[in-house]
């Protein structure tokens, strides 16, 4: 078995991966965007659960081209729910599979069709990257034919997924212990560039909450970085760009409203000048109290500020794997586009990208070797505006 290889004459077009293995009869056309939306469904299902993550799965369209080899194209998928009735394997329940069989029937080949089923996929939580004896069972029972493909995807919490293709031999027997080819399943590493995904996310309207519009993944960092006690306090970032002037658009004129003549000024008798300066002398005194009282209640105007911009990070033992998560409701968090979790343990820094599905199931595991960690969450709600909070983890 080969591991995460990909060379530059595996991308067609800029639009597909393509893994073939030698002398072998199939060669699967992997789209880049079916990439970035699976990966999206994996993820969801590998935050859903504690420890190992639910997996989730479903139908794989495109289309299949025969000849001296068959190429099969994988353009679409369509996802299928699984109640985990008996776990987080991807082992399904009789409804599940009546809405399967439902689904399939919907997607099944015929001639006019320009998409249709071509194969399945699941994503795989378990140890090896291998096929099941339910997974044989559900493959030869609903695709049958020769040329129809199985994809597995293997989530990880601080690494790039890993997927592979299982096929029907010439004989039609399947090797099921591991793919020939493993490859790294996402769409910067099998040389497709930046998410579509992603893109079309920013290109859409922020979403509303109540800190200022936000960004929740990471990417590109602020140059400011907040820095917080062992405790997690957060800190508000924000680097302000000047602001250059506006042009008015073609056609658009401007006439300054006519001058108003000011009242002709009177004279006030000197006898008089008292009353308003003792009103004006006044108005001070109660101006100058009511700051006075606000300045006995910092800490509750401050506490507004505060949890504003909370993020609530943190890290607990799970196991051989500490768990860190992150309050999903807290208004920056929703409101974010993007952001950047930093591990720090000695000398070893990783740094984990998430979105804003994986900001919406805030739970990551890592495995430590140490008896202190540093946990740093960067929050962009603009791109030069960021909240971030720090976490020290110790035994």
């Known amino acids: 078995m080969d591991t995460l290889q990909v060379n530059p004459e595996q991308i067609s077009q800029s639009t597909h991966y393509v893994w073939e293995i030698p002398e072998k009869p199939v060669v699967v056309h992997l789209s880049f965007d079916a990439v970035d939306r699976i990966l999206v469904e994996v993820m969801r299902g590998f935050g859903a659960i504690p420890r190992r993550g639910a997996e989730v799965g479903g139908i794989l369209l495109g289309s299949v081209e025969t000849g001296e080899k068959t190429v099969v194209r994988v353009e679409d998928f369509e996802a299928i729910a699984c109640e985990h009735k008996r776990g987080p394997s991807y082992l399904l329940s009789e409804g599940d599979a009546a809405r399967y069989e439902e689904a399939l029937a919907r997607r099944r080949y015929s001639p006019e069709k320009r998409s249709y089923a071509v194969g399945c996929y699941r994503s795989h939580t378990r140890e090896a990257l291998s096929?099941?004896?339910?997974?044989?069972?559900?493959?030869?029972?609903?695709?049958?034919?020769?040329?129809?493909?199985?994809?597995?995807?293997?989530?990880?919490?601080t690494r790039v997924s890993v997927g592979g293709f299982f096929f029907r031999e010439a004989n039609g027997s399947m090797v099921t212990q591991a793919p020939y080819l493993e490859f790294p399943f996402r769409r910067k590493e099998l040389g497709g560039g930046a998410s579509t995904v992603g893109r079309a996310?920013?290109?859409?309207?922020?979403?509303?909450?109540s800190p200022p519009s936000s960004n929740g993944r990471a990417y590109p960092r602020s140059a400011?970085?907040?820095?917080?006690?062992?405790?997690?306090?957060?800190?508000?970032?924000?680097?302000?760009?000047?602001?250059e002037a506006q042009e008015p658009p073609p056609g658009f004129s401007y006439s300054p409203e006519p001058a108003v003549p000011s009242e002709p000024v009177r004279k006030i008798r000197r006898t008089n000048v008292w009353i308003p300066l003792s009103f004006i002398f006044l108005l001070l005194g109660v101006l100058v109290g009511f700051q006075a009282s606000l300045s006995y209640r910092p800490a509750r105007n401050a506490g507004i500020l505060t949890d504003a911009y909370s993020i609530s990070l943190a890290a607990s033992r799970s196991g051989d794997y500490l768990r860190i998560h992150w309050d999903r409701n807290s208004p920056a968090v929703r409101a974010a586009q993007r952001a950047v979790l930093t591990i720090s343990?000695?000398?070893?820094?990783?740094?984990?990208?998430?979105?804003?599905?994986?900001?919406?199931?805030?739970t990551v595991y890592y495995r430590n070797m140490s008896d202190s960690v540093r946990f740093r969450l960067e929050v962009f709600l603009k791109e030069r505006v960021s909240v971030v909070e720090t976490f020290d983890w110790k035994r």
């Open 131 to 157: 096929l099941s004896p339910e997974d044989l069972q559900h493959f030869d029972a609903c695709f049958p034919s020769p040329n129809a493909v199985m994809l597995l995807v293997k989530p990880y919490a």
């Open 345 to 362: 343990e000695g000398s070893y820094n990783k740094v984990v990208d998430l979105d804003v599905l994986q900001l919406q199931n805030p």
């Open 201 to 209: 996310r920013e290109a859409g309207p922020a979403p509303m909450s």
């Open 224 to 243: 400011a970085e907040g820095i917080s006690d062992p405790s997690g306090s957060s800190t508000y970032e924000q680097e302000q760009a000047g602001e």
